[in-house]
């Protein structure tokens, strides 16, 4: 290639880089929906009870948020099981508001919990000082904490249900087995003296530890319905 024709390409391309950055530095990015939060990090809706509260507040000050919120199953799907409400609502600058969440599908299994997520999108509002013409990059941003639905009469209590936790060494892995009604989410693991994934066992299932053919050593604690971690469990397995 000439070295003439070679210069003038690379100056086209510096010219086409500059007009991409200056297009971009015209645009103003709004991330204020992080000044919303939610009053908890897990739900667990009794059955005993006909609703369940989720408190949801707007920490920032000065700016307003539109809130969309909806059910998920366990695989992240929609679900119809429950009806939130409100599901669209603004939030004022340092206001809290409340959803409530109502059963309303089919029946769910009796005799162990059924898990669900609830996701909670916040949509900053148009700044309405801003010039109109003005172009304006806002981006939303979703909340997601796991629903529990249990049934009455669950035995033994939850709490109980945290050691009761089984480890066995099957085809090459460690695996979780739960005898219990609940899920429970083991975290801070640690194989031998390695950190390891977080993994959530289901009621009366198993559940395997990755990349744990080897260790012999597990160390871990769970989550109670508050969203505290429990005391340190420690197994050896041979």
């Not at 204020?32 to 809706?45: F, I, N, P, Q, S």
């Not at 693991?189 to 993994?199: E, I």
């Amino acid at each position: 290639m000439p070295i003439a024709k070679g210069r003038d390409l690379c100056r086209r391309a510096a010219l086409s880089a500059g007009a991409v950055v200056m297009a971009v530095a015209g645009l103003n990015a709004s991330a204020h929906a992080g000044g919303v939060a939610l009053g908890a990090t897990r739900l667990v809706y009794n059955a005993s009870e006909r609703q369940a509260s989720l408190p949801v507040i707007n920490s920032d000050t000065q700016h307003v948020f539109l809130l969309q919120s909806w059910i998920e199953d366990i695989d992240g799907k929609r679900s119809g099981d429950f009806a939130v409400t409100p599901p669209l609502f603004v939030i004022k600058p340092g206001s809290e508001n409340t959803l409530r969440l109502i059963h309303v599908g089919a029946p769910l299994p009796a005799d162990r919990e059924t898990a669900y997520w609830i996701s909670v999108k916040a949509i900053p509002a148009r700044d309405q000082n801003r010039p109109a013409d003005q172009s304006t990059l806002q981006l939303s941003f979703t909340s997601r904490i796991k629903l529990f639905y249990r049934p009455e009469g669950l035995q033994p209590s939850a709490d109980d249900a945290q050691s009761m936790l089984a480890l066995a060494r099957e085809q090459g892995a460690i695996v979780a087995h739960n005898p219990t009604p609940y899920y429970i989410t083991m975290v801070n693991v640690r194989l031998d003296s390695r950190d390891a994934a977080s993994v959530m066992v289901p009621p009366k299932g198993t559940a395997s530890l990755p990349d744990s053919a080897t260790s012999h050593t597990v160390a871990f604690q769970t989550i109670n319905d508050y969203g505290a971690v429990t005391r340190v469990q420690q197994k050896t397995l041979p």
